[in-house]
C-alpha cells in the first residue's frame, strides 16, 4: 500500500514537472518570436517603405498587444511620417502601456508643441526627461519651446548647456539658429546660419524670407531634417 502511494506521488510530481516544462518551452518560443520579429522590424525600417513598416508592426501587435515598446516604435513611424493625429493616441497609448517609457513622452511634448498647446508639451517634455531621455533630439525640441515661452536668459542658459555637446547636425544647429532669432540676437543668430551647411551660403534675403514667420521656418527645419 505504502509502495503505491508513493507510485502515485511520484507519477503526480512528474505529470506537472512535465506540465512547468511544456510551459517555459511554450514561453521561451513566444520570447524568442518576440525577439526574432521585432529586431527584424527595427532593423529593415529604414530600409523598406513606411507602410511596409506600419504593416509588419501592426502584424506584430496583433500577435503582442500589450507591448508598449512596439506602439511606442509605431506612433514614431507616424511621427516620421508627419501624421501627427495618427501619432499621438498612438503613444499615449504606450504610456498606458508602460508608463516608464521615456520617449512617447518626449514625442507627445513635440506633437503638443506642433498642436501650439504649450502647457501640455512642457508637461510631456518634463515627464520625457525624468524618465531618462537624455538625447540631443528633445533637448533641443525643448529649447524650441522654450523659446516660445520662458525669458531669454533662460533659453541662453539652456544653449550653454548644449554647448558642451558636439552639436553637427544642421537641424539642430538652425533650430538654435531659430531660438537666437525669436531672442532679437541677431549676431548669435548669424553666427549658427554660418556653421549650419543648409544655411551658410544662403543669401541675406534668402535667411529673411525663412524666418518671414513660424511656418516659413518649420518648413525649411522639415525640409533640412529628411
Given amino acids: 500500500m505504502q509502495n503505491t502511494k508513493h507510485i502515485a506521488l511520484f507519477l503526480l510530481s512528474f505529470a506537472m514537472l512535465s506540465a512547468c516544462n511544456f510551459k517555459k518551452k511554450a514561453k521561451d518560443t513566444e520570447t524568442n518570436e518576440y525577439y526574432a520579429d521585432y529586431v527584424a522590424i527595427y532593423k529593415n525600417y529604414k530600409h523598406v517603405s513606411v507602410d511596409s513598416t506600419k504593416q509588419a508592426l501592426e502584424m506584430y501587435l496583433k500577435k503582442f498587444p500589450l507591448e508598449a515598446k512596439a506602439w511606442s516604435f509605431l506612433g514614431t513611424v507616424y511621427l516620421d511620417g508627419k501624421e501627427y493625429d495618427k501619432a499621438l493616441p498612438i503613444f499615449q497609448k504606450a504610456i498606458v502601456l508602460d508608463s516608464n517609457l521615456a520617449h512617447p513622452y518626449s514625442a507627445l511634448g513635440f506633437l503638443y508643441y506642433k498642436k501650439k498647446d504649450f502647457a501640455n508639451a512642457e508637461a510631456n517634455y518634463r515627464k520625457g526627461l525624468l524618465k531618462g531621455d537624455s538625447s540631443l533630439q528633445s533637448s533641443v525640441n525643448r529649447l524650441v519651446l522654450h523659446s516660445f515661452t520662458t525669458p ?56 529673411e524670407a525663412i524666418l518671414r514667420d513660424e511656418n516659413s521656418i518649420s518648413d525649411f527645419q522639415e525640409s533640412i531634417s529628411k
Fill in 152 to 207: 531669454a536668459d533662460s533659453c541662453r542658459k539652456e544653449i550653454a548647456q548644449l554647448q558642451t555637446k558636439t552639436i553637427k547636425e544642421q537641424p539642430f544647429l538652425f533650430a538654435i539658429a531659430c531660438v537666437y532669432h525669436r531672442m532679437h540676437d541677431s549676431a548669435k543668430r548669424d553666427s549658427f546660419f554660418t556653421i549650419c551647411e543648409a544655411t551658410k551660403h544662403l543669401q541675406k534675403t534668402d535667411r
